[in-house]
């Protein structure tokens, strides 16, 4: 198989860099790091390109990425084990996959990527990278090269977009712990309630009210509900529109 990303390249390209004390090969050693960082994670990925939602694939920030899919899945950001055993009960292997949480990746990322621009100008006569700092995040990545990638497949689900018709990805992660979901076709983004029941998950994504005049349903979507937001009947043609009303409440009314 071939592969689209190789984190220990970038890891052993800044510890060579990391071997010298300019402040270019100490800035070019963050660079390198930055590129493991996100090789550790678009390897993780590039694996369920097929399922997961568009949202995570196409968000290029390793640690935004890996917060979007840690909604979807609860160990998209956890360290994995895998024992093997004989037939006599005995461990016979163990394989493990070390990884970085999301608080851990954010700080680090975003650590190694403030040392990637020129000094401000009242900075610039005085201004250097602590190798030191740059070592200690070294150190803290190292465990991240040793392991196996471990991926334990979800069951993800899907349904229609009540706007685009295009195909919307969840888990029961996802419906358990969140009020609504967009869709996920960059060029549509209709956000649809969730209703979890106890066997089932229901989807919603218009607020549908009687028309004044011929009392036929009208629906519009969520989403498009604003101030001056302008709308017809779909029966009658009569003519609607939201406006935003500030009401205050007297305080023996609350």
Avoid at 49 to 76: G, R, S, Y
Avoid at 87 to 116: C, F, M, P, R, T
Avoid at 212 to 235: A, M, P, R, T, W
């Amino acid at each position: 198989m071939e592969h689209k990303y190789d984190k220990n390249f970038h890891f052993n390209n800044a510890k060579m860099l990391l071997e010298k004390d300019d402040l270019q090969s100490i800035r070019y050693a963050c660079l390198e790091l930055r590129y493991f960082i996100e090789a550790h994670v678009y390897e993780r990925l590039y694996q369920e390109t097929e399922i997961l939602p568009q949202t995570v694939i196409e968000t290029w920030q390793p640690n935004k990425a890996i917060k979007f899919l840690a909604m979807f899945d609860e160990l998209a950001d956890k360290d994995l084990v895998m024992s093997v055993y004989g037939e006599d009960g005995k461990e016979v292997a163990k394989i493990e996959y070390n990884n970085l949480s999301i608080k851990e990746l954010n700080k680090l990322y975003n650590s190694l990527g403030s040392y990637l621009h020129l000094p401000m100008p009242k900075k610039v006569s005085t201004y250097t990278i602590k190798k030191k700092k740059v070592l200690d995040i070294f150190a803290k990545l190292e465990r991240v090269t040793k392991g196996n990638l471990m991926i334990i497949k979800k069951d993800y689900d899907k349904f229609s977009c009540e706007a685009c018709s295009s195909d919307i990805v969840f888990t029961r992660k996802y419906v358990e712990q969140n009020e609504s979901i967009k869709c996920q076709n960059d060029r549509c983004g209709i956000e649809h309630g969730i209703r979890v029941n106890e066997n089932s998950v229901e989807f919603g994504a218009k607020y549908v009210f009687d028309c004044g005049v011929c009392k036929e349903k009208v629906s519009i979507f969520h989403s498009n509900i604003e101030d001056l937001y302008s709308f017809q009947c779909d029966h009658c043609e009569t003519q609607y529109q939201f406006e935003l009303t500030l009401r205050g409440i007297p305080k023996n009314e609350t």
